[in-house]
């Protein structure tokens, strides 16, 4: 496994981009990894060494500010960018928009 350091924010010898911002456990036990150049996760598929992948390429060019999973399975990542959703079902992030309420006098 990487190394993470405390004080420069980074995981020697990774691929990561990037500082830390945000680290989270899921429930399936894989471990998200968000830094100011994207987001990662620790895989663990049977190998003696967990491997650093690169989640999705959409948001290499957004910070991520934080991850969060609801009580559905449903990963949420915060971004600089906005809001995003993790579609377990389907393998891919849907972006939210957000729309503002218009309110009449």
């Not at 830390?20 to 620790?42: A, P």
Request: aromatic share 16%.
């Amino acid at each position: 496994m990487k190394r993470f350091d405390y004080y420069s924010k980074d995981f020697t010898g990774s691929r990561t981009r990037g500082r830390v911002t945000s680290i989270w456990e899921d429930q399936t036990g894989m471990l998200w990894i968000g830094t100011s150049r994207g987001l990662y996760y620790f895989s663990d598929d049977d190998s003696d060494l967990p491997e650093l992948k690169e989640v999705s390429a959409n948001l290499k060019k957004y910070t991520i500010n934080d991850i969060f999973e609801d009580n559905t399975g449903s990963v949420w990542i915060g971004t600089d960018q906005g809001v995003y959703r993790y579609d377990r079902g389907q393998y891919r992030f849907k972006h939210l928009v957000h729309i503002p309420i218009i309110q009449t006098v």
